[in-house]
T-cell receptor, first 112, second 116 residues
Framework: DTAVSQTPKYLVTQMGNDKSIKCEQN?????MYWYKQDSKKFLKIMFS???????INETVPNRFSPKSPDKAHLNLHINSLELGDSAVYFC???????????FGQGTRLTVV | AQSVSQHNHHVILSEAASLELGCNYS??????LFWYVQYPGQHLQLLLK??????LVKGIKGFEAEFIKSKFSFNLRKPSVQWSDTAEYFC??????????????FGKGTKLSVKP
């Protein structure tokens, strides 16, 4: 059983399109995150949700809109995709009070 | 501002060589530190973590790290690397924001290539 699963694993799309990435965790965690890994492998927090409430929104363009329908899911919707959005997006989860984060397999987004 | 710096961008070793990857952090509060590994094409996996107590932390796969508060460092070590250790290694600092919520601040990673 995959603890943190993301779909799709690969996503190739044209500039200007709108796309979504889904994330689900079966670890019983109440905090979920989206991280972006750029072409130089640098990882940076984008969003954090705790019990479906937004906790962190780190200077991310408002074209990115996370949605958490319940504690086990955190989806990422991206409007009007740009070339610079090409990256690997990782979903992660942890318990409140944080001991460690568990990461999904990542979604490699390529905007052409 | 909180930050993590990893000194080496790319380290190339032969099998059985010893490994030390540098990590320095900048943070004035309680320090919680992690090392994650990312094998090619895979997700991040936790190698080890430091929250408190013994500054020498043992992790999985024979890795260990030493927290030295006076040097703001948390270097990763392994006495003898294997080809299968080829991966990207990330040092991370837990940044707290209000109460018990936190997120990870990552270093830029060190790519380790082990030659068979």
């Amino acid at each position: 059983d995959t603890a943190v699963s993301q779909t799709p694993k690969y996503l190739v799309t044209q500039m200007g399109n709108d796309k979504s990435i889904k994330c689900e965790q079966n670890l019983g965690h109440d905090t979920m995150y989206w991280y972006k890994q750029d072409s130089k492998k640098f990882l940076k927090i984008m969003f954090s949700y705790n019990n479906k409430e937004l906790i962190i929104n780190e200077t991310v363009p408002n074209r990115f809109s996370p949605k958490s329908p319940d504690k086990a899911h955190l989806n990422l919707h991206i409007n009007s995709l740009e070339l610079g959005d090409s990256a690997v997006y990782f979903c992660a989860s942890s318990h409140t009070g944080y001991t460690e984060a568990f990461f999904g397999q990542g979604t490699r987004l390529t905007v052409v | 501002a909180q930050s993590v710096s990893q000194h080496n961008h790319h380290v190339i070793l032969s099998e059985a060589a010893s490994l030390e990857l540098g990590c320095n952090y900048s943070y004035g509060g309680t320090v919680n530190l992690f090392w994650y590994v990312q094998y090619p094409g895979q997700h991040l996996q936790l190698l080890l973590k430091y929250f408190s107590g013994d500054p020498l932390v043992k992790g999985i796969k024979g890795f260990e790290a030493e927290f030295i508060k006076s040097k703001f460092s948390f270097n990763l070590r392994k006495p003898s690397v294997q080809w299968s250790d080829t991966a990207e290694y990330f040092c991370a600092l837990l940044s707290y924001y209000g109460g018990s919520q936190g997120n990870l601040i990552f270093g830029k990673g060190t790519k380790l290539s082990v030659k068979p």
